[in-house]
Nanobody, 122 residues
Framework: VQLQACGGGLVQAGDSLRLSCTPS????????MGWFRQAPGKQRELVAA???????NYPGSLKGRFTISRNNAKNIVYLQMNSLKPEDTAVYYC?????????????????WGQGTQVTVSS
């Protein structure tokens, strides 16, 4: 499974940004997608996850500002990020869980994209 993430960039605080991720290869018919991020010196953390059926999972701190969605027909997953803050600056990764769990735990995701940098200036 290969993952292509794009949409990162440099924005100002308060701006919005949309990331997209397209998995390819042997994903099977049902898989969950997750977006994670890692800032310098910090652990990788879940941003949002979504199952094939559309069940979402967000950490409480991001719920309301970030929205994950997917178009199964087009095989693409989006992460809409609104009201961005400097503390959102990180490398954002998309990942696939072939067991379709939609978990917060990065260990359940067996395939990862290369990451896309999001930088929010104050």
């Amino acid at each position: 499974v290969q993952l292509q993430a794009c949409g990162g960039g440099l924005v100002q605080a308060g701006d919005s940004l949309r990331l997209s991720c397209t998995p390819s290869g042997r994903t099977g018919s049902s898989y969950a997608m997750g977006w994670f991020r890692q800032a310098p010196g910090k652990q990788r953390e879940l941003v949002a996850a979504i199952t094939m059926g559309g069940t979402t999972n967000y950490p409480g701190s991001l719920k309301g500002r970030f929205t994950i969605s997917r178009n199964n027909a087009k095989n693409i997953v989006y992460l809409q990020m609104n009201s961005l803050k400097p503390e959102d600056t990180a490398v954002y990764y998309c990942a696939v869980d072939l067991a379709n769990r939609g978990s917060r735990h990065s260990g359940y995701y067996g395939y990862w994209g290369q990451g896309t940098q999001v930088t929010v200036s104050s």
